[in-house]
């Protein structure tokens, strides 16, 4: 069993920063992909970034080169590193840790979410 829980949230103004987090609680060895997604009202949820157990990072179109995601093992955490922040960033943040990577990863058989947390860029 996965217990994520995320922090960090909050309304900044466009071009601002952000740095999100995810403590995560588990027995045993983590899952292969490590990640963010985000749902913002009236849209589908879409993944951000993702991180595998060897350390690769992949990120949505729209993040990239704004976006870093990142893990300290040792501390079973994942960050999200967002900066030149957009309006269209805003929406409630989840992190989520699945079997595999790639494609809807957070909806893979195995998947786990934490509660969210909101992003607000005016």
């Known amino acids: 069993h996965v217990q994520l829980v995320e922090s960090g949230g909050g309304s900044v103004q466009a071009g601002g920063s952000l740095t999100l987090s995810c403590a995560a609680s588990y027995s045993g060895y983590p899952k292969n992909c490590m990640g963010w997604l985000r749902q913002a009202p009236g849209q589908e949820r879409e993944g951000v970034a993702t991180?595998?157990?060897?350390?690769?990072?992949t990120y949505e179109d729209s993040v990239k080169g704004r976006f870093t995601v990142s893990k300290d093992s040792a501390k079973k955490t994942l960050y999200l590193q967002m900066n030149s922040l957009k309006p269209e960033d805003t929406a409630m943040y989840y992190c989520?840790?699945?079997?595999?990577?790639?494609?809807?990863?957070?909806?893979?058989?195995?998947?786990?979410w934490g509660q969210g947390t909101q992003v607000t860029v005016s």
């Open positions: 991180i595998d157990v060897d350390g690769t990072a």
């Open positions: 989520a840790h699945a079997p595999g990577c790639g494609g809807r990863w957070w909806n893979r058989v195995g998947a786990y």
